[in-house]
């Protein structure tokens, strides 16, 4: 499988969510500390993007008030 190939089928998610961020303080930090964190190598994981429909319906399943 060549490069763009791969690249269709990849995603990367955070470790530490950056909604979970701005709610724990992370709204109160510069846009430079804000980006650093966005694009921290060692808070990102890659992903096959066939897992992605699941995580949003868990994330819509909470913001409902539900808790898997």
Request: one cysteine or more; proline letters at 3%; a positive charge.
């Amino acid at each position: 499988m060549c490069v763009k190939q791969w690249l269709h089928i990849l995603s990367t998610k955070h470790v530490v969510p950056l909604a979970y961020a701005n709610q724990h303080g992370a709204g109160q930090w510069t846009r430079t500390q804000g980006r650093v964190f966005a694009n921290d190598y060692e808070n990102m994981l890659v992903v096959h993007s066939a897992t992605q429909p699941a995580r949003i319906n868990q994330t819509k399943h909470r913001m409902n008030g539900h808790h898997l």
